[in-house]
Nanobody, 122 residues
Framework: QVQLVESGGGLVQPGGSLKLACAAS????????MGWFRQAPGKEREFVAV????????YYLDSVKGRFIVSRDNAKNTVYLQMNSLKPEDTAVYYC???????????????WGQGTQVTVSS
């Protein structure tokens, strides 16, 4: 059974940084592409970033390109999301998820973490 546990969320001022981590277990992590999504109050869950299982190919939501970096450490079964130059509109619950296939489409993800809250406010 796939288990994903996010950590690293919190309250940060605009312009600040946070690094989220997602620890995975119960599956062959090195064979799975992994994604990050977020959901703000009253909004649908949206794609943020995805990293291929080999760690080279990555896609990002346009509004986070140049600010967020997705990475993975296959030795630690962990995927990361480094978030820089944070804006109030980045406030959301952030989720990591396992991809059935490398995609930005939420329907291609079959396992989810519980989420971690990120709040960007002065």
């Amino acid at each position: 059974q796939v288990q994903l546990v996010e950590s690293g969320g919190g309250l940060v001022q605009p312009g600040g940084s946070l690094k989220l981590a997602c620890a995975a277990s119960g599956h062959t992590f090195t064979s799975d592409s992994m994604g990050w999504f977020r959901q703000a109050p009253g909004k649908e869950r949206e794609f943020v970033a995805v990293i291929h299982y080999h760690g080279v190919t990555k896609y990002y939501l346009d509004s986070v390109k140049g600010r967020f970096i997705v990475s993975r450490d296959n030795a630690k079964n962990t995927v990361y999301l480094q978030m820089n130059s944070l804006k109030p509109e980045d406030t959301a619950v952030y989720y990591c998820a396992r991809a059935v296939r490398f995609s930005q489409n939420i329907r291609e993800y079959d396992s989810w973490g519980q989420g971690t809250q990120v709040t960007v406010s002065s």
